[in-house]
């Protein structure tokens, strides 16, 4: 990626991000062309290409951007740092929502790309999410208070399940063709109720 991107004003750095964004989580990757990139960015295709060598790239880049700023803002909201499981996962959504106020489609983006076929980025895609997955699951079961749980409770398979039920429900959004994030916020609320009265320790 060219060094020039990084020199230019924040407010056209997140332009040109979020033009990125918006086309791709409404294209497939092919579907994707750089001239509707940079014309949602306000600026010619060529200048597009002076910053990213080809589509491949600037797609990873925004990639890398979507676990990059969340594990940022995981950070800023002390995610991390919680040893109530819960409370961990409510700032996380608080965290998620100001990420989105910045970057509306980065979400949308996230999951299309996370379900993304295409065999010239899907490799790169998956490899480097289980890069950054591994590392959020270490950070924030490293403080993680085990007494909160019902006795006996196999935390790994806990999460797993959680895991499990939050790709699914994703997986169910983007095969409907729309990613609603208020409605998201709303379900993802009613699971985490529903997760707390099956998984913590009864007072």
Known sequence: MNERFFALPKEKQQAIINAGYRVFSQNSYKNSPMSEIADAAGISK????H????????YMFLWDKCAETTIEYLTEYNCYGQK?????????MRAKMEIIRLYPDMASFTIKAFYEKDV??????????HKYFNLKAD???LNMDPEQFIPGLDIAMMCKDMYWAS???????????SVNMEQMEKDFSKLMSFWK??????E
């Open 46 to 49: 060529s200048l597009l290409f």
């Open 51 to 58: 910053y990213f060598r080809n589509k491949k790239e600037l």
């Open 84 to 92: 109530n499981l819960f409370e961990s996962m409510e700032r996380g």
């Open 120 to 129: 010239e980025i899907s490799a790169a895609v998956q490899a480097s999410y």
């Open 139 to 141: 950070k924030t079961l």
């Open 167 to 177: 790709e699914g429900y994703l997986l169910e959004m983007v095969q409907r063709g």
């Open 197 to 202: 009265s099956v998984y913590l320790r009864k």
